[in-house]
C-alpha cells in the first residue's frame, strides 16, 4: 500500500536561477513544500525545451503543484536557449544538453531544501533526455518516468522509420525552427531583446541536420539507450499510447531493465491523467507511488506491481478521431509481450492462409495512397488518428482471412516475412494489419514500414537488384487489440505511404512470390486483469482566452493537374496567463502535395505564427519552411521573419540541397 503522504503547504518560484559552470543562467520554474527548508524534500525534474511561461503551462499547473503538496520540489527548467534561458540551442540531445542536465542534478542535490535524490519525469523530449541522462548515471538521479519516447533515435523518432525518411522531420523541424526562435517574457529579462536577436540570428534549421545523416550513423546511435541499457542505474517506470507514435519503447525497456515496469493505454501523445482518448487513469497517484519507493526509500508495493500492463483496445468503428476506445486493461507478470505465443497465417492469392498457397501478387500503387494514414504522431487533438483503410487497401495488396470464428488479442509486434522482386533498384513498403469490419469498414490495427535499401542493415543500405527475388522482413508497432468473432484480419501492403512518407525517387512495381505473417496471440481475457485509480489533478492553469483553438485537415484534388493535397491548420488559439498577463498564440499551417503518377512531384511546406504581447509589447515570429526532391537531391528552403509592434526587426533566409543517400 502507498504510504499516505500528508499534504503540505507550497511556494512557487517562477524564476529560480541556475547558473552553469560556463556562467550560462538556466530558468527554472518550482514548486516545493514551504517548510522544505526543515524538512527537505527529494526534486523531480522536468527539463524541456518547449517554454515554462507560456508553453507548457497548461500541463505544468495539472502535475507538479499537486507532487509538491506531497512532499516533492517540482523543477522546470528551459533548456539551454530556449523561454527564458540564456544561451543556445544547436540541436536536440547533444552533449551539450545532457551534460547540462547532470549539472543541474548534482547542484538541486546539493541544495539544503532538497534530501539528495532526484527523479526525471517527461514525455516525448522530456521522455527521451530522461532515458539518456539516466544513461550517464549521474549520482543523485534515482528515478525516471519516460513518457511516449525511444531507446533508438534512428528507428523510433520523428526522423525515420524503417529506414524511410517521415515527412514529420520536415513538420517537427518546422516547428521548432519557431518554437525555439521565440523571445523571452520581457517581464524576466532586461535584455530580453538582445537575447531575441541572437536567438534568431543563430537557430538552426533542424531538417538540414537531419536530412544529412539517411543512415543508422553515429550521430542516431548517440543518445539511443539502446546501445547499452546496462548504463541505466535508475529504476524506470516507462508510459506510452497506442494512439502516439512511440508504441515501441515501453515492452522495450520493460523486457531490457531489470526492475523497470511498464503502461500503455489508448492514448496519443498526452500525459494519461489528462489524455484521450479515455480511460485516463491516476497518473499522478502511480508516479506517486514511483517516486515515494524509489526517491523517499517507502514500501509502496511498486516492486510488485506486473511488469506490464497494457489497455487491449477492442474493435471499434474506424474514426480519425476518438474521444474513448471500448477495452479493458491486461497484466503481464513477467516481461512484456516477447513470451506471447505466435500463430503464423500465410500470404496466398486465396487470402490469408494457416497453410501455405500459391502468390503472385503485384504491387503498384499509386503515389497519394496513405491519405487515411492520420498523422506520424497524434498530438494536437484534432482529426489526426488513421481512417477507414478502404481506399488505401484499394491501392495496395490485400490478403485476409475469413470471418474470425472466435474474438481474437493481439498483444506485441506482429513480423511480415516476404520474399519479393523489384524492377527498381530503390523503393519502400508499406504493410498494415487491419481489422475488417462485417459491413467491409476497415480500422487499421498497427502497422510498419521499411526502406527496401534497409532491409538488412540500416547503417549500410544496399540497393535492390532488379529482377532478382530477395528476402525482407517488416517490423510492425508493438499493439494490444482485440478483433471481434465475424471480423476478418487483413494484411495490406503498398509501395507508397504519402503523406506519412516521402516518397522513393521513381515508381515502381514489386512482385510478391511468398509472404507469411507472424502475429502474437495472446489468451483471450474475459475480465479485466489490473485497475487503476481514477485520474486527478491540480487546479487547471487560470487564462482569459482571446481567441479559440481550432483544427482542421482538408484533402482537395486539383481536377486540372491531378495534384492531390492535404492542407493542415492548428490554431492554437490565445490566451493570457491570468497570473501575470503574458498574452501568447500561435497557428500552425501544413501543405503536402503529390501527383499520384510522379514521386517527384512531392511537396511539403509549412508556416508557423507565433505571438507574445506584454505591457504594450507586441512579438511575432513568421516560420515558414518548405521541401521537394528530384531523383538525386532534396532541397530545402526556410524564411524566418520576427515583428516588434508589426515592424519587421529581423529576417533571415535558409536554403540547402542535399544528396539522396538510398532514400
Known amino acids: 500500500m502507498t504510504r499516505p503522504n500528508a499534504l503540505r503547504d507550497i511556494e512557487e518560484l517562477p524564476d529560480y536561477g541556475i547558473t552553469l559552470e560556463d556562467g550560462c543562467r ?23 525545451p518547449y517554454r515554462k511561461r507560456d508553453g507548457t503551462t497548461a500541463r505544468d499547473a495539472l502535475t507538479h503543484p499537486w ?10 527548467v528551459d533548456m539551454r536557449g530556449n523561454g527564458d ?21 548534482t547542484q538541486l542535490a546539493a541544495q539544503p531544501w532538497c534530501n539528495g535524490n532526484v ?11 530522461g532515458l539518456q541522462v539516466a544513461a550517464l548515471a549521474p ?25 524511410c525518411l517521415l515527412n514529420e522531420n520536415l513538420g517537427w523541424g518546422a516547428t521548432m525552427w519557431s518554437y525555439s526562435s521565440r523571445a523571452p517574457d520581457p517581464a524576466l529579462r532586461e535584455n530580453w531583446r538582445e537575447m531575441w536577436l541572437e536567438r534568431l540570428e543563430n537557430e538552426p534549421f533542424l531538417p538540414s541536420t537531419w536530412l544529412r545523416h539517411q543512415r543508422r550513423d553515429a550521430y542516431w546511435r548517440h543518445g539511443s539507450v539502446i546501445e547499452n541499457y546496462a548504463a541505466i542505474k535508475a529504476k524506470v517506470l516507462a508510459i506510452g499510447g497506442w494512439g502516439d507514435a512511440y508504441k515501441n519503447a515501453v515492452p522495450q525497456l520493460v523486457e531490457a531493465l531489470p526492475g523497470a515496469k511498464g503502461i500503455v493505454g489508448p492514448w496519443v501523445h498526452k500525459y494519461p491523467h489528462f489524455a484521450v482518448p479515455e480511460p485516463r487513469i491516476g497518473f499522478l497517484q502511480e508516479a506517486l507511488r514511483w517516486w515515494d519507493r524509489w526517491l523517499k526509500d517507502a514500501n509502496t508495493g511498486v516492486e510488485e506491481d506486473p511488469d506490464y500492463r497494457a489497455y487491449l483496445m477492442h474493435s471499434t468503428p474506424p474514426a480519425r478521431w476518438y474521444t474513448e476506445r471500448p477495452g479493458q486493461w491486461i497484466a503481464e507478470e513477467y516481461g512484456a509481450a516477447s513470451h506471447i505465443p505466435h500463430r503464423k497465417l500465410y500470404l496466398t492469392d486465396r487470402g490469408l492462409s494457416d497453410t501455405s498457397g500459391w502468390l503472385s501478387a503485384s504491387i503498384a500503387s499509386p503515389q497519394d495512397c496513405g491519405a487515411e494514414s492520420g498523422e506520424y504522431c497524434a498530438i494536437w487533438l484534432g482529426p489526426e488518428m488513421a481512417g477507414d483503410q478502404r481506399r488505401d487497401d484499394a491501392m495496395s495488396a490485400c490478403f485476409e482471412t475469413a470471418p474470425l470464428d472466435v474474438d481474437t488479442d493481439i498483444v506485441g509486434a506482429p513480423q511480415v516475412k516476404l520474399q519479393l522482386t523489384s524492377d527498381a533498384e530503390q523503393g519502400q513498403i508499406a504493410v498494415r494489419l487491419c481489422d475488417v469490419h462485417p459491413d467491409g469498414a476497415t480500422s487499421r490495427i498497427t502497422y510498419g514500414v521499411l526502406n527496401l535499401s534497409h532491409r538488412k542493415d540500416p547503417a549500410a543500405p544496399v540497393p535492390l537488384t532488379p529482377g532478382e527475388p530477395t528476402q525482407v522482413t517488416v517490423k510492425l508497432d508493438h499493439i494490444a487489440y482485440r478483433i471481434r468473432e465475424g471480423h476478418r484480419l487483413r494484411v495490406a501492403i503498398s509501395n507508397s505511404y504519402w503523406p506519412l512518407l516521402w516518397p522513393a525517387p521513381t515508381p515502381s512495381t514489386l512482385t510478391l512470390d511468398r509472404g507469411e505473417i507472424i502475429l502474437p496471440m495472446r489468451r483471450t481475457s474475459r475480465r479485466e486483469e489490473h485497475s487503476f485509480q481514477p485520474p486527478t489533478a491540480a487546479k487547471p492553469w487560470q487564462v482569459e482566452t482571446l481567441r479559440e483553438a481550432k483544427n482542421s485537415r482538408t484533402r482537395e484534388v486539383d481536377m486540372t493537374t491531378g495534384v492531390v493535397c492535404l492542407r493542415i491548420e492548428d490554431d492554437f488559439g490565445k490566451l493570457r496567463d491570468a497570473d501575470h498577463g503574458l498574452v501568447s498564440g500561435s497557428v500552425a499551417r501544413e501543405e503536402w502535395s503529390i501527383h499520384p503518377d510522379d514521386p517527384l512531384s512531392a511537396k511539403g511546406r509549412c508556416h508557423w505564427t507565433d505571438e507574445l504581447e506584454r505591457d504594450g509589447i507586441r512579438l511575432r515570429t513568421e516560420a515558414h519552411c518548405a521541401m521537394w526532391s528530384d531523383a538525386t537531391h532534396f532541397y530545402l528552403s526556410a524564411r524566418m521573419e520576427a515583428y516588434e509592434n508589426d515592424q519587421l526587426i529581423f529576417e533571415r533566409d535558409h536554403s540547402d540541397q542535399i544528396e539522396r543517400d538510398h532514400l
Not at 527523479?119 to 522530456?126: D, V
Not at 519516460?146 to 520523428?158: G, N, P
Open 26 to 48: 538556466l530558468s527554472a520554474r518550482i514548486w516545493r513544500p514551504k517548510d522544505a527548508g526543515d524538512d527537505p524534500v527529494p526534486v523531480i525534474l522536468e527539463y524541456l
Open 67 to 76: 507532487f509538491a503538496e506531497r512532499g516533492y520540489a517540482c523543477v522546470r
Open 85 to 105: 534561458s540564456e544561451g543556445l540551442m544547436a540541436d536536440e540531445y547533444t552533449a551539450q544538453e545532457l551534460s547540462d542536465a547532470v549539472e543541474v542534478i
Open 119 to 129: 527523479g526525471m519525469m517527461g514525455i516525448s523530449w522530456g521522455g527521451f533526455n
Open 139 to 163: 549520482v543523485p538521479l534515482k528515478a525516471v518516468i519516460t513518457l511516449c519516447s525511444t531507446v533508438d533515435r534512428f528507428a523510433d523518432d520523428i526522423h525515420y522509420k524503417g529506414g
